[in-house]
């Protein structure tokens, strides 16, 4: 297991209040690492101080063994790449334009760059919106825009060691043809040796996404492992508040979570 992004003894307090506990985590190149867990539990709280949004209280983030704050800004960038829940854009750009706004930390060159703006926007089954203003669109839309933009960022090995791609709810504006789309697109990027790690509120998305489910509670881990260890009853019970049935996914072998 090749680490490229790790938290040693991470913990965010803002004005008193305790975000995220002391945390270790780690997250390999190559693996699927999805954040589950109820609202107000720390899960974007600690994708923020795996970004560097956030400074942590205690602790540090390495990337690639080497501190995330020594990091050069655009180094930092061919390397590491976080697609928010909300993403602020309030400029009537085309939407290769915003695409290509992923290509901002490269010195590839023009034609290069919109080699990579085609290929991310055919990834996310957005050729067709490549001229529409990006104001225009749907929230779906933007969400799958935004998606293309940071796959264009990480599109290529980078010079500065492993890369890794952290994602808030990235499923919450998708249709369900566009959720069975992220999900092949982010296996697909994994298969690569980009190590993914997602935010995610669905537990059945997540068991069929991720090689490891890491479940928080009131700003700590609870519970890391591979789905099948993790997503138990009792734990889920004692998380999340509510009594589930297990079943085995007849098509894909992923724990199924029942109400």
Not at 115 to 143: F, K, P
Request: hydrophobic share 45%; charged share 15%.
């Amino acid at each position: 297991m090749r680490v490229a992004l790790c938290s040693e003894g991470a913990s965010l307090t803002i004005q008193h209040k305790t975000l995220l506990q002391t945390t270790d985590l780690q997250l390999a190149a190559g693996e699927i690492t999805a954040i589950c867990g109820p609202n107000g539990a720390g899960k974007t709280s600690l994708l923020r101080v795996l970004t560097g949004d956030a400074i942590t209280s205690t602790g540090r983030i390495c990337l690639n063994d080497q501190s995330l704050g020594d990091w050069a800004a655009a180094d930092r960038a061919q390397t590491l790449a976080v697609l928010p829940q909300h993403s602020s854009l309030e400029f009537a750009f085309a939407v290769e334009d915003v695409v290509a706004l992923g290509r901002t930390p490269h010195n590839s060159g023009y034609q290069h760059d919109r080699q990579v703006v085609n290929a991310a926007l055919a990834a996310i089954d957005g050729e067709q919106l490549r001229q529409r203003n990006y104001m225009a669109l749907s929230g779906g839309e933007q969400q799958r825009v935004q998606l293309a933009r940071v796959l264009a960022q990480l599109w290529e090995p980078s010079p500065h060691g492993e890369r890794h791609l952290l994602l808030d709810e990235p499923t919450a504006s998708l249709d369900l043809a566009h959720q069975a789309l992220l999900l092949n697109v982010l296996k697909n990027f994994a298969a690569q040796g980009v190590g993914i790690c997602v935010v995610m509120h669905d537990l059945n998305l997540a068991a069929r996404l991720a090689n490891r489910l890491v479940i928080m509670q009131s700003g700590a881990i609870v519970a890391s492992g591979s789905p099948a260890e993790v997503l138990q009853a009792e734990l889920i019970a004692r998380v999340f508040g509510v009594q589930i049935e297990l079943v085995t996914h007849p098509k894909h072998g992923s724990p199924l979570v029942i109400l």
